[in-house]
């Protein structure tokens, strides 16, 4: 059992060095943003709902929510797990506000 472990660690140890070392090549540096495409940094980020055209759809998200449970509410926005599928598609969640 032990030396299987040992083969095993091995084999992903080489594995994620050669994933390092071939995306390396992949990756290069993005080209310069356009004059006039980048907006100036706003920080500390505004709270969602200054705008009075999104109440509507702020008080739908908040009925929503008050009905999840805990567990719903991470599924939403954490996912399900990083080995199932598409952890972080909150695009797809389909719901009813009845």
Same mark, same amino acid.
């Given at each position: 059992? !032990? /030396?299987?472990?040992?083969? $095993?660690?091995? *084999?992903? !140890?080489?594995?994620?060095?050669? /994933?390092?070392? $071939? ?7 993005? +080209? /310069? ?19 009075? +055209?999104?109440?509507? #759809?702020? !008080? @739908?998200?908040? !009925? *929503? ?7 719903? @509410?991470? =599924?939403?926005?954490?996912? %399900? ?5 598409? #952890?972080? =598609? %909150?695009?797809?969640?389909?719901? #009813? *506000?009845?």
């Amino acid at each position: 059992m !032990a /030396a299987s472990t040992s083969v $095993h660690s091995v *084999l992903l !140890a080489l594995g994620t060095l050669c /994933a390092v070392c $071939h995306g390396g090549s992949v990756l290069r540096e993005r +080209d /310069a943003v356009p004059a006039g495409y980048v907006a100036k940094p706003y920080y500390p980020a505004p709270h969602g709902g200054w705008t009075s +055209d999104w109440s509507e #759809s702020y !008080a @739908k998200a908040k !009925a *929503l929510v008050e009905k999840m449970t805990l567990a719903e @509410k991470t =599924n939403i926005t954490a996912g %399900v797990g990083i080995y199932m599928g598409e #952890s972080y =598609n %909150v695009s797809s969640y389909r719901c #009813s *506000l009845s």
